[in-house]
């Protein structure tokens, strides 16, 4: 959902069933190594 979607995080951290958009971006940062904001802006710098 991060790579394909556009929507606010906190749509997205909904949308995946988190109780919040605190949790999913801490998940996120112990799993890949970076918040999910960071991980769409450089997603888009490599895209475009």
Excluded: W
């Amino acid at each position: 959902m991060l790579r394909d979607s556009t929507a606010p995080l906190a749509r997205v951290s909904c949308d995946l069933g988190f109780s919040s958009q605190s949790h999913f971006m801490r998940l996120c940062s112990e799993l890949i190594g970076i918040t999910p904001a960071r991980y769409r802006k450089l997603r888009k710098a490599n895209v475009g």
